[in-house]
Nanobody, 129 residues
Framework: QVQLVESGGGLVQAGGSLRLSCAASGRTFSSYVMGWFRQAPGQEREFVAAITWSGWSGGITSYADSVKDRFTISRDISKNTLYLQMNSLKPEDTAVYFC???????????????????WGQGTQVTVSS
């Protein structure tokens, strides 16, 4: 079993920055892709970004159009930690942010929530105007 714990959320003014972290732990951690999703009140969960975790294809990133050029996903394999650097934040970025991990290669696209087997509890990000 893999546990994911997010941190780094908070309240920030529009135009500000935050960095989210997601620490992964468990008996064996061998994800192929890890990602960030978010869910605003009354809205469906949406994909934010994903990164391939390790191996010859490690470090390949994918972003939602709404965050491209503002958010950066990265990982520290030695720490089993996933990051999301969020710059130029907008009020519409307000949401609960979740990290997710799959359990191996999959044909399901990285932006599909059903690809992922493990989810964190979420961290709140609030951007004031």
């Amino acid at each position: 079993q893999v546990q994911l714990v997010e941190s780094g959320g908070g309240l920030v003014q529009a135009g500000g920055s935050l960095r989210l972290s997601c620490a992964a732990s468990g008996r064996t951690f061998s994800s192929y892709v890890m990602g960030w999703f978010r869910q605003a009140p009354g809205q469906e969960r949406e994909f934010v970004a994903a990164i391939t975790w390790s191996g010859w294809s490690g470090g390949i990133t994918s972003y939602a159009d709404s965050v491209k050029d503002r958010f950066t996903i990265s990982r520290d394999i030695s720490k089993n930690t996933l990051y999301l650097q969020m710059n130029s934040l907008k009020p519409e970025d307000t949401a609960v942010y979740f990290c997710a991990a799959d359990s191996g290669p999959s044909r399901v696209a990285v932006m599909e929530g059903r690809r992922y087997d493990y989810w964190g509890q979420g961290t709140q990000v609030t951007v004031s105007s």
